[in-house]
């Protein structure tokens, strides 16, 4: 249960961290720390407007979103704390569970039948599509070094203080950091803050939506930044930490990967689009280097 | 007399269907032969998986069934009876037209390729086997060419039935040299098929199957059949190549297992990857789901793979992953796959487009026949607790457990990025399918005119739900827990079905938690007294937005083609009308190339010319030169003769 409470926290300043950064870099005061949640509330005060071709469907599409990617976060854990459900194989639930989430999200986009929400979600699906085998890639990475087949139990045995594992760890974290920047719509796949630029993804497939349905989308991508954080953490914290320590390490190393995307996006540009597919297979190439460098560290007989 | 004793018969019901007036009542006549034969089937099929005892009994239901047999039967069964019923709503305003005799032949060829797939999975003996094949062929034929008057149909069909006689000849060959033909219940059980004959098979039902390279007939034989025939074909016909290839691979000889295994691993691994991808690029929905088919062929020959390479490691529990996530697929597939092909049969009934650039809007217009569909895309995309997922985490369980069990680590890994891709790419070519299709606004009238078919056409394509909703849970019972009985793996350390019932617990919370969400959002509207209102969809400031600017098929996967290549993804454009003095209206139309499946025809009839070439040594064309060709035949034949030899 803590793991997903933790999430929760987490969902909650994240993106405060991430705008803050920015700012700071920019040399602005930036908006408040909790600004996304005070807009989520003026937008679930609000009544919504469909289009007028859009069904049933673009209004229980969003709740969808969220409860998927809620369901997802109840699969993971945290270092020795164990996720709320757990079982061999749940990282193919949790796969397919956020799979479901995008489904929602594009089928809503394309039901508004603009040519807007049709580009973002024909770019949604493709990048998502290019980091899906590195998301397995890692994940079976783990496996083999942990010989575990679940979440929990791989999270739980991971040793990343020995010497051997400590780089293989350091190459996965950086992996999974790359796999949560293309998932969550970050720099350099997309960037969050163009608005009504043709060079958007994630956003151009929400043009359409308001009120509470916005709500719950944020909601779900806010949620989808921790867990995704969650799993850049699970490689980085010391193994056998517990208790309150683990919660602190947590809480720091959350911080930090807000302040981390904070930087990126500070200091780099967004790709061209046409290069998107080129990086987002390196990012898998790199899935695939953490594999080959556990690979050899264990037939070397570790 | 018991029913085992008359199933065989039941086959010349087809017979009926010439006494019975009207395209309707031949078509229920059709319905009803099938549905009798199918309710035996799905019960003799469960029977035999759980209670092999009793149905090895006199009294069995289909004789000659065994349990991995009526895993197949089963899948036919409920195919059988959606495609058959939706046939009685479809074919009157499909075959508008036609004379009685079409209709007839049509409506008999359904009840025989219906029993004749049922003949092929009870089918004990060699050559008894070959006639049920073979004339599962030959009525699958007659109903592909039920539009022949249109050129393509026919092409298609022709094509087909050359490709699958090819096939049913290297079938031919491969049990004749294997010497299984000596009849008898031993038909493909013993142990010790040699490689080459393993590799006939391979190929001899992969042409069947479809397998990479050998799907040339599968795109275009799919789109040109009606749609209850291709949902047929697509759902389980193509499950009885499979159904060959695991037969003869539980019958390879041990030593061969392993290599065997590898390579029908990575065709399979190569064809879901290159199965979707061109699934994803096609405009044509019947197209694009006969493309999808070919990825799904491809998993299930994954998993077989892997099963393979289990059985040659001696390791349980890879093998029982690997053709128990293969025959829960054929399972999941023949539900879901039905389910869609008769969705787009729907939309063609109901627009006369298969052309996903000449649709949109479907939902509003056919709101049952959309949520459906909307159903069976969800299950191909694998969203869990549907069928599609069962079989899906079967196999990347099988292979994440074999990473962690230290066997076969790379070959799973490769496994494990294939299915990742092909479920990544899986995800983009079913919302574009169906938010093409479906969502969105008209782009042809024909689209904006669309009226909902009638009530047992949603009836029959809302049969296979049953199957998708209930399979989570039964399909792993029965293919699973059997494991032992189909394919002489045992493995019970981590039960799969009680994985599924957390997951399917799960599911029901993210339900739950959906529906409180919409409460909530209605909640919260109420309180503060807002309303939803309806306004046109935002075009970002531009006035003037119209409905040929949405994105249509092609532009949607516009990126794909571009990362594929030009040759991947290869478009011909057809200029139908010529250059004139005075130009009438043009046509002009765009077609997708399979650029594989040409180059494999093109080798192969390239190769088949230059030897028929050669041999047109002989023919001259001067009368003396053919008399001397008589008169040394004749004195071959004497000299043999003389020999003794004849």
Known sequence: MIPLILILVSALFVKGVINKTRARLAGRTGCRFFQPLLTVGVLLGKGEIYSTSSTWLTRVAPAVCLAATLGAALLLPLGIFPAVIGFDGDFILFAYLLALSKLALVLTALESGSSFQGMGSAREVLFSMLVEPCFFLLVGTLAMVTGCGSFSAIFAKFDNMSVNLLMLSLILAYAFLNVALAENGRLPVDDTRTHLELTMVHEAMVLDLSGADLAFVQVAGWLKLSMWGMLVVNMLIPARTAGWLLVAWFLVAMAAYGVVIGLIESLMARNRMTKNATYLVTVSAIGLLGFAVAYVLLTSGL | MTIGDIFPFLTLSAVLVFAAPGTRFKGIVAAVAIAAGAVIAAVAGVTTIVFPEIAAGPGAWMPGLDALGGVFALAVAIAGVACSLYAVGYMPGHAAGKSHTQVRLHFASLVVLFYSMLGVVTASAAYGFLFWWELMTLSSFVLVMFDAQRKEVLHAAVGYLVLMHIGFFMLLGAFSTSGVSAGGCSFFTGEGMTVPVFLLFLAGFGLKAGIFPLHMWLPVAHPAAPSHVSAMMSGVMIKMGIYGIVRAALALRPEALFAMGLLVFALGAAMAVFGIARAAVQTDLKRLLAYSSIENIGIICLGIGLGMLGRGLDSDFIAYAGFGGALLHVLGHSNYKAMLFMGAGSVVAATRHRDMNRLGGLLRRMP???????????????????????????????????????????????????????????????????????????????????????????????????????????????????????????????????????????????????????????????????????????????????????????????????????????????????????????????????????????????????????????????????????????????????????
């Not at chain 2, 076969?408 to 990742?420: C, D, F, H």
């Not at chain 2, 600017?549 to 996967?557: E, G, K, L, R, V």
């Not at chain 2, 040594?617 to 004195?635: P, R």
């Open chain 2, 368 to 646: 049952v026949t959309g949520i459906l569909f909307l159903l069976a895309a969800m299950a191909a995309c694998v969203v869990p607790g549907l069928a599609g997922f069962t079989s899906e985490f079967v196999l990347f369980d099988g292979l994440f457990g074999s990473i962690t069990r230290g066997e076969l680590t790379v070959v799973s890994v490769a496994g494990i990025v294939a299915l990742a891709l092909a479920g990544g790419l899986t995800l983009m070519t079913f919302t574009k399918a169906y938010g093409i299709t479906f969502l969105g606004n008209p782009r042809s009238c024909a689209a904006r005119d669309a009226k909902e078919v009638g009530i047992v056409m949603l009836l029959a394509q809302a049969l296979p739900l049953a199957g998708i909703l209930v399979g989570p849970l039964l399909y792993p019972y029965l293919v699973l827990e059997n494991a032992d009985a189909l394919f002489g793996a045992r493995y019970y350390a981590q039960p799969v079905i009680g994985t599924m019932v957390t997951v399917e617990l799960v599911m029901g919370g993210v339900a739950l938690f959906t529906a409180g969400l919409v409460g909530l959002k209605v909640w919260l509207n109420r309180r503060s007294g807002v309303a939803a209102v309806r306004r046109p969809t935002w075009g970002c400031a531009f006035t003037a937005p119209n409905k040929r600017m949405q994105y249509t098929a092609s532009s949607y996967n516009r990126e794909l083609q571009t990362m594929l290549g030009e040759r991947g993804a290869e478009r011909q454009v057809r200029e139908l009308a010529e250059e004139e003095i005075f130009p009438k209206g043009h046509t002009f139309s765009t077609e997708e190339r399979d650029s594989t499946a040409r180059a494999v025809t093109r080798w192969i009839s390239h190769q088949l010319r230059r030897w028929t070439a050669r041999l047109a040594l002989f023919q001259t064309g001067k009368t003396n030169h053919y008399v001397l060709h008589a008169l040394l035949l004749l004195g071959l034949v004497l000299v043999l003769t003389l020999c003794g030899v004849l």
